[in-house]
């Protein structure tokens, strides 16, 4: 697609149950993040996907997070027993590695557990 | 600038003034780095990138500044418009001068644009 895409671009869920976020990166950008954004803050990284390799998963804050990315493509963030501390927009963004430009993002999920 | 809790740092400007916006960052193995502009309610939005093999880079309307002896990274916006307001974000990565890994962010600036 023309742009990185993001569903859904909000969720609310109760305490304890688990949501699954999707992010469908830009046609032939091989490399895939996701980041976190709690209110009035900074992107804090959570994981990144670069083709084959096993990915970085250094910034997921509990085991309650996963991530997977199927096929090179589409990417799902799950989160299991969701806490409200979890509550923040959670953004995708995909790039072309090993060039410059910068990194494209979503629109963003904003995720409220209540 | 950093910031501390929910407090972002703040600029406003008159519209048509020049606008200096900046970032200090940590990690002196940092060769990579970003301008972001987000505006409420949607991601991140490129604006301009530096190597850290440059010291200044233009594009249009800004211009990007990288002091590399002090980890300090200035984006100047000439003439600015009320289009402009939004948070801005610096970013810094360290892949060969790449769009490639773990990008950290800088806590951001609140840039407000006044007609």
């Known amino acids: 697609g023309a742009g990185v895409s993001q569903s859904p671009s909000n969720k609310v869920t109760e305490k304890g149950k688990d949501v699954e976020l999707r992010c469908d990166p830009i046609?032939?950008?091989?490399?895939l993040y996701w980041y976190r954004q709690s209110l009035g803050q900074g992107l804090e990284f959570l994981i990144y996907?670069?083709?084959?390799?096993?990915?970085?998963k250094s910034g997921l804050p509990s085991d309650r997070f996963s991530a997977e990315r199927t096929g090179g493509s589409v990417s799902t963030l799950t989160i299991q027993r969701t806490q409200q501390e979890d509550s923040a927009v959670y953004l995708c963004?995909?790039?072309?590695?090993?060039?410059?430009?910068?990194?494209?993002f979503g629109s963003g999920t904003r995720l409220t557990v209540v | 600038g950093e910031s501390v809790g929910l407090h972002l740092p703040t600029l406003s400007v008159q519209e048509g003034d020049n606008s200096i916006i900046n970032c200090a960052y940590s990690?002196?193995?940092?060769?990579?780095f970003i301008w972001y502009k987000q505006e409420s309610g949607k991601g991140p939005q490129f604006i301009i990138d530096?190597?850290?093999?440059?010291d200044k880079r233009q594009g249009q309307r800004v211009t990007v500044l990288l002091n590399k002896t002090v980890k300090h990274l200035s984006l100047q916006i000439a003439a600015t418009q009320p289009g402009d307001s939004a948070v801005y974000f610096c970013?810094?990565?360290?892949?060969?001068?790449?769009?490639?890994?773990?990008?950290?962010f800088g806590q951001g600036t609140i840039l407000t644009v006044h007609p």
């Open positions: 963004a995909s790039s072309l590695a090993l060039q410059g430009g910068g990194y494209t």
């Open positions: 046609s032939g950008h091989t490399a």
């Open positions: 996907f670069q083709g084959n390799s096993a990915p970085d």
């Open positions: 990690n002196s193995a940092s060769d990579y």
């Open positions: 530096i190597r850290s093999n440059m």
């Open positions: 970013a810094e990565n360290n892949a060969g001068g790449t769009s490639y890994g773990k990008l950290t």
